[in-house]
Every structure is written in structure tokens, then in C-alpha cells.
């Protein structure tokens, strides 16, 4: 069976500056994401261990501890590609990100509207966490979502497409204690065609969803 594995940044340590300088996304993505990566493999073989022993006093720490780095994983991987330097701004409709900028508009009433709710639950988020642009298949919108240490409070079908990484690993080395001058600055590198097409891809699966029992 396929474990999980580190995937490469999409980019140079340096791609991101000034808004992210080198030795952060070094030692975040080489240390912090490869250690959820591994802890979500160690935490499968452990289960899988207490299948073969029917030992299951352990159960509930081991299931938590699958959530919260497989989360990790998941929402690292997002993060690097939702970021480019050669990004910032907003989705426009000639760049070929038209539905994206729709869907904001009217999930949120403007982009304006939307840029300052993400900022302000990114920034808010109680100890560490995320701020995250997710689409919610039910409604067909896209909705603002808190995630707290990687597992909670989030929609249980919604889908990521946009996530701003707040724990202090993410901007400490660069922005000391100001979290919210490093969400104010993360806007200036968002890859909105990878949102865009994030986006599009949520849609597409929201029927297998929404499928009648």
C-alpha cells in the first residue's frame, strides 16, 4: 500500500521574497511538512499494528494523531502551489480566472468583502492554525473556514482551495510576533490560475457528494 510522501516545491527557497525569505520556506517545508509526512506513515503503522493485535486501548490518540498530520500534509501541499511570485491581485476575468472571480463576488458580495474576512480568520485563529477559501458542494458557494491545529471547525464536505498557513513556523523567523503583517502580506504572492483551477476541479466533484443514497 502507498505511504505518503514529500512532494517538491514548485519553486526555488528564494522564489517568494520579500513577502517570504528563503530560510523560512527552507526549514518549512524540508522539516515541518516532511515531519507531518512522516508522522502520518508512523501513525498508519501503528494502526495497523493494532488491527493485527486487536489492541485498540489506543485508538482514539491514534486516530487523532492520523487527523492532525495527515491535515498538515494536506494543507501543506496546497499552500506551496497556492503561491507563486509572480502572483497577488485579485482574480480577473482576463486572466482567464473569470468563474473564480464570480463565485467570489457572489458567495461574498466583493472581492473586497472576502479579502477581509480570510485576513481576519487567518489572523484571529485561536493558537495555531488556518485560514481557508473552501467550496461547500451543498450550497455551491464558496465559504471562509477556521481550522484550528489542523482539525476542526470546517465543513466536513467543503473542499480547500486557498489556505494561509498562521502558525507561527510559517512567518516567526521573518515577522516575529505580527501574524497579521504576514497575512497582509501573503495576498501579494496568491496563485490564483492554482485556486482557479482548484476551484473548478471542487465543482466537478460535488456531484459524487450530492448523490442520493
Request: charged share 20%; proline share 4%.
Amino acid at each position: 500500500m502507498a505511504v505518503y510522501s514529500l512532494p517538491e516545491l514548485p519553486y526555488d527557497y528564494s522564489e517568494l521574497e520579500p513577502v517570504i525569505n528563503p530560510q523560512i520556506i527552507e526549514l518549512h517545508h524540508d522539516k515541518h511538512h516532511a515531519a507531518y509526512v512522516k508522522g502520518a506513515n508512523d501513525t498508519l503503522e501503528q494502526l495497523a499494528e493494532a488491527r493485527d493485535k486487536e489492541q485498540w486501548g489506543s485508538i482514539n490518540g491514534l486516530e487523532k494523531n492520523l487527523a492532525f498530520h495527515l491535515s498538515g500534509h494536506i494543507l501543506h501541499s496546497i499552500y506551496w502551489h497556492n503561491m507563486t511570485g509572480d502572483g497577488g491581485g485579485e482574480p480577473l476575468a482576463a486572466d482567464g480566472v473569470g468563474d473564480l472571480a464570480d463565485a467570489i463576488a457572489e458567495s461574498f458580495g466583493s472581492f473586497a468583502g472576502f479579502k477581509a474576512q480570510l485576513t481576519k480568520a487567518a489572523a484571529t485563529t485561536q493558537g495555531s492554525g488556518w485560514g481557508v477559501l473552501a467550496y461547500e458542494p451543498l450550497s455551491g458557494r464558496l465559504i471562509v473556514e477556521q481550522v484550528y491545529d489542523h482539525q476542526g471547525n470546517v465543513g466536513q464536505g467543503a473542499t480547500p482551495i486557498l489556505v494561509f498557513d498562521a502558525w507561527e513556523h510559517a512567518f516567526y523567523l521573518q515577522y516575529k510576533n505580527q501574524k497579521v503583517d504576514f497575512i497582509d502580506a501573503m495576498w501579494a504572492v496568491v496563485n490564483w490560475q492554482d485556486v482557479a483551477k482548484r476551484y473548478e476541479a471542487a465543482k466537478s466533484r460535488a456531484n459524487v457528494l450530492l448523490l442520493a443514497p
